[in-house]
């Protein structure tokens, strides 16, 4: 018998859970009530719903799931609020299951989608990207700000990542098994890890609908944040700046001598130049500097090797893939 997985990041989702959990429990009911119930093609799963440090009803809430279907859905609560990383890292971390589904509580990633996942995995797939085609409550600002950086990335960084990815993705026990024991970074971008272990690979496309409720917990600096924490963790390329700014530096320096040989007749006319050049020198020594110090706290934070997230309460009948208890 297989077992998959749907682990869902909940953080203040209090309106959205009562139509996340009715639709996505059809759906997979459906699924298990169309297989034998024993021997192969059998299939059983497990809904595991990670709560964020929800400050509302949500832990209420999923308290509530567990008492009516203790043998299907499993609660994680964390101490506080960590973060969606954090919290999908405790899902990869606890999930007992053969296939793993991760998910936003938003209906944002369609449930509906789960069957043909299971599909992809019987055809052999270990790694399946959801790619997001259509996102209807994204505006274009941040639709353009998101192809540019997915663009961006794949020009600076060995990892190739799939346009449009989410973190609606799906892998199976060998794939997770690789990101619990060998990804265990602090400054963490999982849907980037995901395209980084290799594995048979396939895509599923999809159009975000409108959330039911509430709106994004990423605000614009969040967002900046996670590009900017993403591009230092993949990509040696801006310590490299130095190089070319070095060189732009020279070749200026030249143009200056240049220029200035052909106007030392008038002292006062070099004034804005020296000025003009200056700012520019103190301006490409403080970029650089920025991205060295980007690289540097980014080796801080592993060096303080604090955990990537603090459980508060596991509802009974949660374990580890291997029965041992995750390394944090």
């Known amino acids: 018998m297989k077992c998959i997985s749907v ?10 859970l009562e139509q ?24 059983c799963y497990q809904l595991l719903f990670v709560n964020d440090g929800s400050t509302d009803g949500s832990r209420r809430i999923l308290d509530t799931f ?38 936003d509580a938003d209906l944002q990633h369609p449930p ?6 299971l599909r992809r995995f019987e055809e052999g797939y270990d790694v399946i990207n959801m790619i997001r085609t259509r996102n209807e409550t994204a505006g274009a600002a941040k639709n353009l700000t998101s192809d540019l950086f997915y663009r961006l990335i794949n020009r ?17 026990r060998a794939a997770a098994d690789v990101l619990r024991n060998s990804y265990r970074e602090k400054v963490r971008f999982l849907r980037g890890f995901v395209q980084n272990i290799g594995f048979a690979k396939t895509t599923i496309s999809y159009e975000a609908a409108a959330r039911v409720a509430g709106s994004s917990h990423y ?33 200026l320096g030249v143009l200056l001598i240049i220029y200035t040989l052909f106007t030392r007749s008038g002292a006062p006319s070099g004034y804005a130049t020296i000025v003009i050049v200056l700012c520019f ?3 490409v020594l403080f970029l650089l500097l920025g991205i060295l110090g980007g690289y540097i706290a980014i080796m801080f934070r592993e060096l303080q090797d604090r955990p990537i ?5 596991i509802s009974d009948g949660i374990a580890s893939a291997d029965e041992d208890e995750p390394e944090l």
């Open 7 to 16: 682990i869902v990041s909940v953080f203040n989702e209090e309106k959205a």
């Open 20 to 43: 996340f959990y009715g639709t996505t429990k059809k759906i997979l009911d459906d699924l298990v009530d169309g297989r034998p119930q024993s021997g192969d093609g059998a299939l």
């Open 66 to 103: 567990r008492q009516q279907d203790p043998a299907h859905v499993s609660v994680i609560s964390f101490s506080r609020n960590f973060g969606h990383e954090a919290a999908m890292t405790a899902g990869l971390d606890y999930a007992a299951g053969d296939y793993l589904v991760f998910m």
């Open 112 to 117: 509906a989608l789960i069957p043909e996942i």
């Open 156 to 172: 600076i960084s060995e990892v190739k990542m799939e346009p449009a990815a989410s973190d609606f993705f799906a892998i199976d």
């Open 219 to 251: 605000s614009l600096r969040k967002l900046w944040k996670l590009a900017m924490d993403t591009i230092v963790c993949f990509s040696n390329v801006p310590l490299k700046l130095g190089i070319y700014a070095g060189l732009l530096s020279g070749l």
């Open 281 to 283: 020198m103190f301006a």
């Open 309 to 313: 997230y603090i459980i508060e309460n």
